[in-house]
């Protein structure tokens, strides 16, 4: 099916009543289909899909621990406070919230877009870990020969972004409608759905993330990581994008 069809039978199908059709009075542009699904209010932390020393010595429990349980847990909580008190917005996905957060009340767009952004990546974050690295399989590994030439071009130019990430943020693979990849970096927790874009996978930079074992040595920590991928999990992201129902 050509993508233009598909996409407008994807805007069709997400034409539903919704609550939040309108905020603060702005008539919303319908949303893709796609971002219908994923977390909504009462927002609740996942957990971890294996034992927190699954991915020992690269990432150590104690690591693991603490940014699940403390640090996730945390925008998971202040999320939920943010949105408690706008019933408009607590009726959206948390895609929407991110995808329009400049049409959300001011008072809680910092808010929406620090939690929810948050939230949104390591919801994903966890699921991409716990595996023995490796590499793709499929038509994943023929789009990143196509797109960055190889893998180890790929690993370079991302461990790259990561590095060079000034302060907090994340190193990215974006994925288009059409499954072709490409590398970004964004600070703090900002979600590329704020900028309708799809992330395929992504490795968080903040301080927390690798702090008590690498200390200063951010890139030690970008390098190592690739050891625990899942690959298999990215390779189902990456047929969800294409076929549109990939959420965060
Ligand atoms: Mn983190």
Redesign the pocket.
């Known amino acids: 099916m050509p993508s233009v069809f598909r996409r407008s039978i994807l805007f069709a199908g997400a034409v539903s009543a919704v609550a939040a059709s309108t905020v603060r009075g702005v008539a919303a542009a319908a949303q893709p289909a796609h971002l219908k699904g994923g977390p909504s209010y009462p927002f609740t932390l996942p957990p971890l899909p294996y034992a927190v020393s699954a991915n020992e010595p690269y990432i150590d429990a104690q690591t693991m621990t603490l940014?699940h349980d403390k640090?996730?847990a945390a925008y998971v909580a202040h999320l939920n406070e943010a949105v408690k008190d706008h019933p408009q917005v607590a009726a959206m996905t948390l895609a929407e919230m991110l995808g329009r957060v400049q049409q959300l009340p001011e008072p809680i767009q910092a808010a929406v877009r620090n939690n929810g952004g948050?939230h949104a990546?390591?919801s994903m974050?966890w699921t991409l870990m716990g595996g023995k690295g490796g590499a793709p399989e499929g038509e994943l590994a023929v789009a990143i020969n196509r797109d960055f030439g190889s893998l180890a071009a790929l690993k370079e130019g991302f461990n790259k972004a990561g590095a060079k990430q000034f302060g907090s943020g994340w190193a990215l693979v974006l994925v288009d409608g059409r499954g072709k990849l490409s590398l970004a970096a964004r600070p703090n927790?900002d979600s590329p759905l704020m900028d309708g874009k799809t992330t395929l996978f992504g490795n968080?930079v903040?301080e927390?993330?690798y702090y008590l074992k690498y200390q200063n040595k951010r890139p030690d920590y970008l390098a190592a990581w690739w050891n625990v991928l899942n690959w298999g999990v990215i390779g189902q992201r990456y047929k969800d994008a294409k076929a549109g129902v990939l959420v965060v």
């Open positions: 940014h640090h996730h948050g990546y390591h974050f927790q968080d903040w927390h993330a």
